[in-house]
Every structure is written in C-alpha cells, then in structure tokens.
C-alpha cells in the first residue's frame, strides 16, 4: 500500500486518493464530509456501541479465564498488557490500510465493483477488507485475506469450543448431573460438548445469514444481550460487598432494560422495527448504554438492600475460600479429607488433554483405577479450591504468588490501562473530534507511519518474542530430535 503498489505506493498518493473520495461520495455525518477527520457522529456512536460489546465480552468469554487461569501469575498481567498492545494493531494498523484504502481505490479500475463503490450491504456483510486486497494485489490478495480470515476464525472458534465444552462438563454435568463420573465418562461428555456446540453454532450462524443479518448488525447489538452481565461479574471478584441476589437479579434486569430501551428508541424512531432499523447505531445504543448502566446501578442497589452473601460455617468450604483469596488457612488432615458422598476431591488434570487423569494408586491402595472407577482421588495436604486447573497447580507443588508481586502486578496494570484510557479513548479521539480537525498531508503522513510501525510492534510480539522466549526449550527439543535421527541412520 504505502511502497511498492502501483496505484497507491505513498501515504502522500493515498491521501490525495481520499481527498478525491470525499469530494465524489462524501460521508454524511462526517465533518465536511471528509474520510481524514474523526469529526463524525456515526462513527461516534458506534465507538459506544463497539465498547461496550468489547468491555463485556472480555469479561463474560470463558475462553480469556481459562487462559487466565491457565498462565503463570508472574507473567500474566505482562502477557495481556503485551497481548492487548499487539491486538490494538487490528483497529489501528489494519483499519487504515483496509478501510480508509477501500474508499481510496474505490475510483481503480482494478477494484473489484468498480465504477460503483460497495453497497451498503457489502460494506454491512465486512467485505471491505477483501475488496481492497483485491484491487492492491488481484487474486494472490483474496486469497491471503481468505488465508487470514480462515487462521482468526479456527483460532477464535477453537478456543470457544474448547470453552464450552469445559462449561459443559465440569460445570454441569459433573457438577450436578454425575458428580461421580469417571474419567472415562467426562472424556467423552466433552467431546460430546464439542460437537453439540459446534452444531448449535453453525446452525445459529445459519440463521442469522438467512434473515440477513450481518456482522456489522451482530456488533452494534452485541451488547445490548451481554452487557447487563458485565460489571456484576467484574464486582464479584473486585467488590467484596457483592451480595448474592445481585449476582442473580442483575443481569437479567439489564438484559430487560436494555432489550426495551432498544426496541422502544427503535419503534419512535424508525417507525417499525426490523432487522434494519434495530442495526440502526443511535437505535443500538439506547440498549447497549442501557443494558450496561442497568445491570451495573442493579447490582449496587440490591446488595445494599439485601446484603446477604452465601455462607456457611462448613471448615471445607471456608479453607477453599481463604485458598482462592490468598488467605493462608489450616490443611487438611487424613482423616478429615476422606472422600464421602458430600465431598468430591478432584484429580489431577492431564495437561496434555486439559482432562482429569485417574491419580496415582499408592501402594497401601487397595483400589484399582481401570477407568471405570469414580474420579475421587485422595486429597493432598492442600486445602482444595474447588477449581480444577488451580487443584493441578497446587498438587504440581507450584507455589502461590508472592504478595510483593500482586502488588507490583496491580500497579502495573491499573496504570496502564488508566494511561491507555486517558491517551487512546479520551484524549487522541475527542481532541481531533472536538476541534473539528481536518488531518493534513504531513498529519496523516505521521499517522501511516505510526500504524506501520505498531504493526511490525504487533509482529514481534506474537512471532518473534515467544520463538526467542523458548529458545532454550526449542534447542532441547531440536536436539533431542537430531540425536534420534541420526541414531537411527547410523543403526540402518
């Protein structure tokens, strides 16, 4: 785009390009009409709605705690600052390249609806991206995008398949179905789990396509299902206050209240709702603003006014909590963790399969472990948290985190996601927007530039750095592999 195309090759040629675009199909809403202004009132909106459904999904995905769990706690709150520094090249880096360069090579004989631009539905369905591919680099570029696509969709898909058929199997069915199941059985409960998502999924993709809905439609609504979820489930871990008719009320009240703001907005300002005026942005983010804010002020309000939180005086369930809080409490003895009907200690998790693997029978066992024997093994001087992959962990003798480095984390942390609050959400966005400003040549030079380079940022982040992190680890493998072929040679 910005070196070797014929049709751009500058981001001096691109901005010309999209000067002359916002004189022949100027944006509406859009200062001046203009693609080189965040001036924009549209975009505005949807940037509310984008958050929100971004804010909660994050929150509510079991995919991220699964790998929160799953990572070291040293380097965790590293990881996901790294990780979420790599992910701002998408919006950033690919967004001007494929969006602002589709409106670009709009007038290019080589663009693929050329001499008209994408529909509206086109640019709905997120073909911009392919169409610009297209015209910069002709079949070889919708096939690297079709190559990108299929990568980011089986990575995102596998993750929530593997998900969900944790959900399915340890939360569920073990949990109140068969909480005596061997290991043999919750092997097959998850993939059973696997495929019966993967068939509701396809199935509800299918659907959607059917009635026209399209990925743009399912962003803008996003939140308006989810968010009313979201900040009940941040003040779990994050408000010790958190009662336990909140937790219950206030996502569902939100979804209420935001499922009626949205339909209501909709109704007085379209006329009718259908699946176009309900993808409408300003329609959206009555919903999205009010499923968010309600679940929140819910959540609140209940646990002020019914405070009451689930306890217990049972020793197994208070040492579990004070091991989850970090609160050092009294072990176990043999003859107080013997496994009963009421009391079900999990085994340890094979990490190769992310399952339950049958324990290690001691010699004084008089129990055999075929596979068909129930999944209770016997405790270990640990206080068990009821978390399978944290049982693991403590079984594996790997020690809690240092509280110096809880502190440092949270410091971390809380300070970079303040400083990227203040810089990339508040202070960037609503300077250029409210000053109305137009970027010049040399503005959106530097602007190119920085994308660029955040890209290469975003490059080495997730391919070099973790290749140069494993170095050790790949030189043993690699040499391991060398002595075993050449062992072999030389015994042929």
Known sequence: MYARSPIVGSPSRLYDLLLEASTKMPIADNYQGSYLTFKSVNGLVFAIDLLVAGFSTVWLDQAYWQRAIASRPETSVKAYLFGGIAWYGIPFSFATIMGLGCAALSSSASFPTYPNPLSAEQNG????????????????????????????????????????????????????????????ELVRISHLGIVIYALA?????????????????????????????????????????????????????????????????TSKRSGAITVLTTGDAINAVAGNIASWAG??????????????????????????????????????????????????????????????????????????????????????????????????????????????????????????????LCVALLLVPFTLFGTEYIFSRSFFTGWCVVSFMWCWVSMIICVIWPVWESRKALYVITSGILRDVTRKGNTG
């Open 201 to 265: 999924l396809a199935t509800f993709c299918a659907i959607l396509n059917a009635v026209n809905v399209n990925l743009t439609w399912l962003l803008t609504v996003l939140g308006v299902i989810v968010g009313g979820a979201s900040v009940p489930n941040g003040l779990i871990l994050l408000w010790p206050r958190m009662s336990t008719l909140a937790t219950i009320l206030a996502p569902w009240t939100g979804l209420c209240f935001g499922m009626i703001a949205w339909f209501v907005t």
């Open 295 to 420: 679940g929140a002020l819910v959540a609140v309000m209940v646990t002020y006014i019914a405070p009451h939180k689930f306890s217990t005086d049972d020793p197994i369930f208070v040492a579990r909590v004070n091991k989850i809080n970090g609160i050092p409490g009294t072990p176990f003895n043999e003859k107080e963790t013997t496994p009963t009907k009421d009391r079900d200690i999990e085994s340890a998790i094979d990490p190769s399969t992310g399952m339950e693997k049958p324990p290690v029978p001691s010699p004084t066992d008089s129990n055999t472990l075929d596979g068909n024997q129930p999944s209770v093994a016997k405790p270990a001087k640990t206080v068990p948290t009821g978390n399978h992959v944290v049982d693991f962990l403590e079984a594996a003798h790997i020690e809690p985190m240092d509280p110096v480095l809880v502190k440092r984390g949270t410091r971390l942390a809380v300070g970079f996601n303040a400083l990227f």
């Open 125 to 184: 369905a997120g073909l911009s991206s392919p169409a610009t591919a297209i015209a910069l680099l002709g079949k070889g570029g919708a096939g690297l995008m079709l190559l990108l696509l299929f990568m980011a969709v089986t990575s995102s898909t596998s993750a929530e398949l593997i998900a969900v058929s944790s959900l399915l199997t340890f939360d569920i069915y073990k949990t109140y179905m068969r909480p005596k199941a061997t290991s043999n």
